[in-house]
């Protein structure tokens, strides 16, 4: 399976834009990039997920570099509720593959009132 | 719409006790999957259901973890014996089929004394 690598940790202040960066260099051209997040004491969370071109729904935009190798998970205005772990995972689509989602350890989020 | 549900939330056992926890997936949801995390960790699945059949467990330790999906609804997951190094949280996510996004249960935490 293809990797992501994340920050450990992220700041931002409340009401401010975050992008949260994902490096996923051996991505595969069938691969999806989804985004989850998880809460305190909560299960994850789906936020977003794109293959190539850039998504946006109600909580977060997905930007996709143009060759794949990155992405980045964009908050447009950071509130208290959105402290917690996001996590960037590929998942392939190609023939054969299961769409196995493997977590990494994923970025913790800290928002500053 | 009722999420995933999950029973017990929290869970104390002495070693070699067994012990089960139950889901209740999204109805009409046809894919099921059961995860453990460990403190720190992203997720790992276990194993994961479509419909009644175990499509994927080739991380479940069926030395002593078991799970079950009748008639493709409920799931149980069991380990017996227990031992220390089970405790942890364990997930249940479900999703309408096997590439569309997960919902996860609150999750059940295991403490293994």
């Known amino acids: 399976d293809a990797k992501t690598t994340q920050p450990n940790s992220m700041e931002s202040n409340e009401e401010e834009p975050v992008h949260l960066p994902c490096n996923h260099s051996t991505i595969s051209g069938t691969d999806y990039i989804h985004w989850y997040r998880q809460l305190p004491s909560q299960g994850p969370e789906y936020v977003i997920h794109?293959?190539?071109s850039n998504v946006n729904n109600r909580m977060a935009s997905l930007a996709i570099a143009e060759d794949r190798k990155s992405s980045t998970l964009i908050l447009h205005r950071a509130t208290l509720r959105d402290a917690a772990v996001y996590y960037c995972?590929?998942?392939?689509?190609?023939?054969?593959?299961?769409?196995?989602?493997?977590f990494g350890k994923g970025t913790l989020l800290t928002v500053n009132p | 719409e009722a999420g995933v549900v999950q029973s017990p939330r929290y869970k104390i056992i002495e070693k070699k006790q067994p012990v089960a926890f139950w889901c209740n997936p999204i109805?009409?949801?046809?894919?099921l999957y059961w995860y453990l995390q460990n403190l720190g960790q992203g997720p790992e699945l276990l194993i994961r259901?479509?419909?009644?059949?175990?499509?994927?467990d080739s991380q479940l330790p069926k030395d002593r973890f078991s799970a079950e999906r009748l008639k493709g609804v409920d799931s149980t997951l069991k380990i017996q014996p227990a031992e220390l190094g089970d405790s942890a949280v364990y997930l249940c996510?479900?999703?309408?089929?096997?590439?569309?996004?997960?919902?996860f249960g609150p999750g059940t935490r295991l403490t293994v004394t």
């Open positions: 794109g293959l190539t």
């Open positions: 259901y479509e419909n009644e059949e175990a499509v994927d």
């Open positions: 995972i590929l998942s392939s689509s190609g023939v054969g593959s299961n769409y196995k989602l493997t």
């Open positions: 996510a479900s999703s309408l089929e096997t590439n569309y996004e997960q919902y």
């Open positions: 109805s009409g949801h046809n894919t």
